[in-house]
């Protein structure tokens, strides 16, 4: 029996990453923002795949805050939570509170239902380029480079690439240092509100074929930081969604 | 606005925390066989709450075989995937296979939506004793740990104790070494059909109030290990559900 | 009996820790000037919460000089030393010698009685903002950091931040990083009679709501640097504290 | 004015280290059984000298329950909580809640008050022996065991010896690894009141010359743990240091 | 083209994978010995693969002694040299000199020619076993490992399995350890005539299914240690083909 | 027979070193581009040694693309490939699939057979100037540097030193550093077709004394980068030796 | 006995170290040119210290080249090594090989004989300052830095500082750093004729009140660097000892 | 002038090295007690070698009691003390102090001057055997160990092998382990007088061919450790000396 569970492994997983080395849109980062960004896309019959470089999947979710595996959302954001079947209980004004554990597994559940592939364990190294068009990522596993090996990575061609990796903007930042396309800017303090509003207004199209999300809280532009507050994050992901479906669409 | 999320996620958490210093179930990991443990507990109304050491949830699914993220199953458990709503493929003879990121993410979301309460971050130390039977664990942060910090642990009561630890066999190792009460075995080279057969076996009351699940293919009771197929971790945690319904029913 | 000692920690802490997501005064290190600053905060009545990274209070002062647990005080210190009851012997002109161990505990001792709430092992990641003004701190415990897990921190705000985080000016240089409001120079040579009084000159709002103390010998001012010598640093706590008393009157 | 630091220092803490290389009672360990056993001996005026590894005084004490800097009392040990100037609140039953970080600093400041001297930074390498009876310790650096340093060690000598390492029991398994002479346990799982018993009983004299306190809950006699409840530890303090006045008031 | 050489290299090596999930021979162990074997076993139609666990082929033969990339051989293994097209200069005696990047790259070649396929980076984790005949090895990427990832392995039968691990004994080790056939010796000091002779007469099958060559020297039969001279490895290598090629046979 | 084994390699080694320590061509790097480079200079009798800081022969060849060990060429390398006696499948258009361990393997003993000296275990830590030309190298143990040894280094003299590190561009990096005599630009994204012409255009004398060689897709021309790819690698080796041969004629 | 053990090296040392918180010379590093600096100035009764920060005298003689403990002088060295009685044999032109080990061993016996003080496991961490002049260093120990530890640095005044740390220039790098006084260039690659004669050249005071020597081939000149030969290594320490006794002088 | 330096250095250590693979004495460990042996054993015309793991020459000596660069030594010792040219000042009946630094370079550059050859660096690996008889060392570069590279040792053959490698008694470790010959007993804790006279009495053949010295007070025999005193060390290694003199004598 152990060489068919080997064989029925290999040929299925090699299949699908073969029939995924071109694809529509290439997500990097399987948390909140990349994964509700694939939902939308998937359910709009775009072929689409996500990249995670850990073996877990939801990013910063899991954690709550402080380890309390709780996160807040705002008003706005529950007919998300309502289609992605997640509960929640009304703390204080337009604050609602949901148990992490509960939504990053919701979350990544439905985004599967709905045609997400994803692959997890694998890192982006490089960005692949036409004249001056983002079409791809260059890939390697998580393990060669924590295990410090001298081994090659591999390509896959997108029409779209996402950088949902979050604070580290990995994408941006090899985008940045390579070509010189964009400028990645440093992270502000604290401002929630703040924080929420530019998150939304940041997701966009920064240099040709690279769309960001989930990145009002970080490195990428400057803006105020959020904490354990998840609404932003979450219409980021579907509004980055909208902005590629539109552009494929033409 | 800070003021409130911080007030909100530390008094939610607490609140759950502290209506579970004493429950009927502590089951500790929250890979396969813990979590359909408490999925069926759940169910049948028992007050339960899982304990999982590391940020992530779903013990050695994620990763499937060498990274390739699919994973195995025997036909005989079928009707459980699809409770579960997980899709699954045919092979060859009774072997189908799962995405392992669909799979940990809905069986995660069903527990959870059953009522099962996770906490994650936190590691087991030791157990609590009276007389001769375990009531209880010994908990700290998986970070003081890792940050080799000197702070001492907490306790929470439970009519009976799990350990669903997979390999590591955590709970078992602490109470050999303190108290004696249990041996734990070598584990044995690969046979996955007797592994299989020998996980439902083992899943057993291996001294009073400790259950263990989930442990054919370890060390606990020397028997084969099985490689990447998950049929007898499902029915595994499902029967030592029953095992303790069935007590506490007395 | 483990429960109710569970429950009394959980609660009795998270009481107090709700209490005071909204103070007075936030002061980030409980070493010697911030628990002095801190001490004559309380005893005008000010709410004040002390923050620190490592499990032990005190900073530098245990160390003593090379590991000598003795550490140097000047005469015009003496009163301070008295209303502490920290006792002290003559050693030559204007130097008087104390146990470094005698003086932190005292200091620890007196601080608490007067009503500083002390939480240690917690971590300032950000502060907290609002137009042009400090409004608080962003925490997370201490061995999130050093385990490396992607955990979101907490807001507590706050009319006026104290840093006395001392060499490292942890608070300042989060403020000069990412909000570009103060500049960090880089540390003198020792030259001691100099930096015990630019360690008094130092003292003081060095952007809207950001207070530095204890902090001449350090990077911040560029500043000579003192040794084993800390009368400068109980002088600059209080300077800390008369400058916010003042403030909080207006 | 450096050069005077300098000399202070040395001169200062060295006069104290070689008043302090033979003594009547050196207490390794400054938890809070160490620091109460060297308090008691204090006061009935026994040269009493108490070596610390780590830069921190107050061993597992601060870090109070999982992180949260509460710790719990029983009722009978509030006599000495008010001798020491200890504030604390009722729980429930004879349960008393105190600040961890006010019990050390109270504790570790009466103690130096009352004569102890206390050198940390300070390892125990091996003991001294004359036939069969110890007499004495031998010290060095902890950073040069850290550091990894090819550094002999010192030597102190004293008429008995405390072992007040708490779980680590560090003298005791010296003598046993080097000597024989006792037989360290191993340590059982959690049941705090049984533990606070087995506390006061097993602090006596081991083998000739060292007395063990504050190690009911360790593994030097295997008894149960008790988690972050200190009355036990606090009683056995005093406990050994009645041992000792006897022994040489004879 | 990014694209199709993604492709290129994922179906080629999948395919040949697949094709060698069931052999006649499965090798551990890409060092001298297990080529040598390899390379007999091939140029008798046996289906051979080789694991390697490290990124580079020929365990320690490329470091040669002390660093200094020269090996020794003694007259009688001078064919094997011949046939491989190797170089040697004669030394003194019986001893040969040949460079050692020489001698593996040419055994490498060699055996690679004749039809041995090599998968290097995977590390063999457990074996399979049926009642009690060895019947395959259980493998994972050494990265793995390495990035101390938690991620099951994959199954691949044999009929033979080649423990050619040298110094650590990798697949007896794990075969003494969960199953109790075998039992692995302590290396004795170093005699170097003794050794050479040892080794070939060491060489056999010491459970059922499980061969080992190359292992003289080590720690499995507590054989005298031979340094840098490789002539019995050779030999080795070649009866442990013969071994297998009389048994295949039968 | 251990006392000849020792003098057999120390002499024989040393003979070879010190008969190096003056040659005509140094090759930094025992990668895919210097191994050809120093294979055609060796064919057309040019003194040649070549220096690799690994252990392991053959650079970032044999771990092929993320760790599936084959790797492709483009149709007009294929006369190299059978000059050295490398098997190839035709994959699609002008791309072709080879084994990398095959490659490596016959590519180093084809090397070595032409007269090409190989020492392994040998960073390169400087450059030996003279005015304004390189003229030899400055070598040290990698196990000196990696076990952190204060050693010092020595030094081989060379007519033209060749920079064959690959993404690291060591050699050039030095001279960049210490002697600012070249720039050494950012690694730009892939760009597979393009990434191998500039590879060839980009081989050639940087500064007197210096050819670089392998390196259009890293760090010191700024071009983009190819993966798995290793056609170009071929041909700049070989165009390195003819730059080197037409120098050396005049 | 062991109690006079401690007390004679507490003691002996102690007194010894507080005579020299005051000296004429500091010289920080003992190295070849620090120690023979120090070995001309004692001679000329010059009252002087030297600070070691690691256990090891000698620098980076010992490990000779590449780790063979040899070493080379130029024949104008000879008169120093005939002064201090060190062997050596002709090797070529002016070149002379010595053991390295004799050769520090030879060195260090006469420096301390001729009345040098040398502390070792002591770093320099800062400078003391008066206006414009370095007037002594700030020392912590080695295993501080190395335990990172939190503890204060102590000072010792001198009249002039030598910094002879070799390749590190740890005294002018702090001057650089915090002072500004004095800019380090980048160290140049090997030629050993310039670099020898740079050496002697670059041995001055390069602020007021710091001495460098030793330092042709390092960081602060940017001198070209010369490998295992010492002789410029000697003139220096000996020319920085003839500028401190001429200053001195006057 | 590099190349000459180069060669001078490689030829001179070689042919010194190529001297010793057969000598009559090789003493592992540059410590003490191995250079007291091998100063004596070289004064009477026995070939010696000594091989030491480690670049720095002295053993525990440089550092002292605690980093307090001083030593004791006993009134008997004082004759090899004046031999030897080391000073030292009276402290206290029959305990007299010395510098540790002078006695080590004094020491050593007696030995050398006295025709002990001394190779550092250099690691014990192994021992060679001859039926019942130590006859010669496995020697490995200690950086290879340290950079846990997979590279084969060398051998030197000897009449007699001493172990002086002190605490860790490496040679006598070895085997043990791997013949059975001898038994390493646990170190008894520190008992200076005692200590003294029992490291004489241990100074013997432990098996045949291997001589152990200096090694009273450590795992070897179980006897009593002494502190920072070394007047047995230096009997210890002289009578080491006179004992193999006497055997070479027959």
């Not at 990349?34 to 073996?55: S, T």
């Not at 920064?206 to 989930?214: A, K, Q, T």
Request: glycine share 10%; with cysteine.
């Amino acid at each position: 029996m152990e060489k068919f569970i080997t064989q029925a492994i290999l040929e299925t997983y090699l299949k699908e990453f073969l029939e995924h080395t071109e694809v529509d849109v290439a997500i990097c980062g399987a948390g909140p923002s990349g994964l509700l960004c694939g939902y939308y896309l998937a359910k709009n019959k775009v072929k689409v795949v996500v990249f995670e470089r850990h073996l877990k999947i939801g990013g910063g979710m899991p954690g709550g805050g402080i380890m309390f595996n709780k996160i807040v959302f705002q008003k706005e954001v529950l007919p998300i939570l309502d289609e992605l079947g997640i509960d929640y209980n009304h703390y204080k004004d337009n604050l609602y509170v949901a148990n992490s554990i509960e939504t990053i597994s919701a979350l990544t559940y439905k985004a599967v239902k709905q045609g997400v592939k994803i692959f997890n364990l694998l890192s982006v190294e490089d960005v692949v380029i036409r004249e001056k068009k983002i079409c791809g990522v260059v890939l390697n596993w998580t393990a060669v480079e924590q295990a410090k090996l001298h081994v090659d990575p591999l390509a896959v061609l997108a029409k779209y690439v996402v950088d949902a990796t979050g604070h580290d903007c990995e994408v941006a930042k090899i985008v940045e240092k390579k070509l010189g396309w964009v400028s990645v800017k440093g992270e502000q303090s604290m401002w929630a509100e703040v924080g929420e509003d530019k998150l939304i207004e940041n997701t966009k199209e920064v240099c040709p074929g690279l769309i960001v999300c989930g990145m009002a809280a970080n490195a990428f532009f400057g803006s105020p930081r959020m904490g354990a507050i998840f609404g932003g994050m979450f219409l980021s992901g579907k509004k980055a969604a909208e902005i590629i479906i539109a552009r494929l669409a033409k």
